[in-house]
């Protein structure tokens, strides 16, 4: 198993300002994730975050807005650029382990956008 | 492409109810079915899983039968609880370091 740890857990930020989320693994994972869980939505992905090569961004979303870095196999970070009212969300980190078939997930970050 | 189907909510249940909650998936070949739970406030957890035909994973009096025939992961519980309110999403991984797939979600909410 593995115990994903996100920082900061919710935080208000005013707009043009950018928030950097940490996600740290108790535990070397292959793969991780960024969702973004929308007020009252369902999760959607952001990117795969790859160790030592760049992120792998889904259909909608940028590396201009949304930089994520992975400089190693226990910690990513996304950045949210440039925020807007419409970013504020919750923002999850996903690992997964190739071991067995689960996704950990962290307990997100739930950011406001004023 | 892969997808998951969920019944829409908000379900409202009186305590000791039946639950069903309905799961279908669109996807080639044998994915990995999942059950995760949002508590108010909280972040996911896993609640139950499948990773082949007929499995039945079950946790904390649910349960979910993979039925590969009818593309299926159904979520039942005999008797619900108040601190079962939450929002259930049903979910699917395609491979080993491939993505997770959720469902829109279904909201619960359990009435004494």
């Known amino acids: 198993s593995a115990v994903i740890s996100q920082k900061p857990s919710r935080d208000i930020c005013q707009r043009g300002t950018s928030l950097t989320i940490q996600c740290q693994v108790d535990?070397?994972?292959?793969?991780m994730f960024w969702y973004r869980q929308q007020p009252g939505q369902s999760l959607t992905l952001i990117a795969t975050a790859n160790q030592g090569s760049e992120a792998t961004y889904e259909s909608g979303f940028v590396i201009d807005k949304f930089p994520i870095s992975r400089p190693n196999l226990t910690f990513s970070t996304l950045t949210v650029s440039n925020m807007s009212p419409e970013d504020s969300s919750i923002y999850l980190c996903s690992a997964w382990t190739g071991v067995n078939t689960e996704a950990f997930f962290g307990q997100g970050t739930r950011l406001t956008v004023v | 492409g892969n997808s998951v189907t969920q019944m829409e909510g908000p379900v409202t249940l009186s305590e000791e109810a039946f639950l069903t909650i309905n799961c279908t998936y669109t996807a080639t070949g044998y994915p990995s079915l999942f059950w995760y739970v949002q508590y108010p406030g909280e972040g996911l957890q896993l609640l139950l899983k499948?990773?082949?035909?007929?499995d039945k994973g079950s946790n904390k009096g649910f349960e979910a039968t993979y039925r590969k025939e009818t593309t299926s992961f159904h979520l039942e519980k005999g008797s619900v609880q108040v601190s079962d309110s939450a929002v259930y999403f049903c979910?699917?991984?395609?491979?080993?370091?491939?993505?997770?797939?959720f469902g829109p979600g279904t909201s619960l909410s359990v009435i004494p």
């Open positions: 979910a699917l991984l395609k491979t080993s370091y491939d993505k997770v797939i």
């Open positions: 535990s070397q994972v292959t793969m």
């Open positions: 499948a990773t082949k035909a007929d």
